[in-house]
């Protein structure tokens, strides 16, 4: 399947994540993403060195000049469980904006042709590092990296892109 690109409409799918009362909720992408401005942005795991000293905080810390240019929601999914996603989202106590939703079985990451093996790695199958920007589930900006580099996806290129 071809990535996702510019001018897609992103395929809906179910995410998982904990709400504020701790309860596992599902939530399909596009209730999250219809009539919204977004960024959804993929990284290939939780706790990872690049994911969770560079890409991760990158958003978290650019968020309000995200939201001041008009971005209604940031959306982070990992092909992790949502236990891991709850404590990766806890390791970051200033976080007031970076929702973290977890791909378990990596079906949205397949569904957007976004899946990167590192079976190699003992990691199995992933999501390639990517930041999409979307309004109203259409994707305006795709900057999807190759391997597990980290060079087009980062808040700042999302934020020259606006």
Request: hydrophobic residues 45%; contains cysteine; negative net charge.
């Amino acid at each position: 399947m071809a990535p996702i690109a510019v001018g897609n409409v992103i395929p809906d799918g179910t995410l998982s994540y904990f709400d504020d009362k701790d309860e596992l909720q599902s939530v399909s992408v596009h209730s999250l993403a219809a009539g919204k401005k977004v960024i959804l942005f993929g990284v290939p795991g939780a706790f990872t060195p690049t994911c969770s000293l560079k890409h991760v905080p990158g958003f978290i810390e650019r968020a309000e000049e995200l939201k001041s240019k008009g971005v209604d929601d940031i959306l982070l999914v990992s092909v992790n469980d949502p236990f891991v996603m709850k404590a990766w989202a806890k390791s970051y106590p200033e976080n007031k904006h970076v929702k973290f939703l977890a791909d378990g079985l990596a079906k949205y990451t397949h569904a957007l042709g976004l899946e990167l093996d590192l079976g190699d790695k003992g990691l199995g199958t992933r999501s390639r590092r990517f930041a999409l920007l979307l309004d109203d589930l259409k994707v305006k900006v795709a900057n999807i990296e190759s391997g597990g580099e980290f060079t087009v996806s980062s808040a700042e290129e999302i934020i020259n892109a606006l």
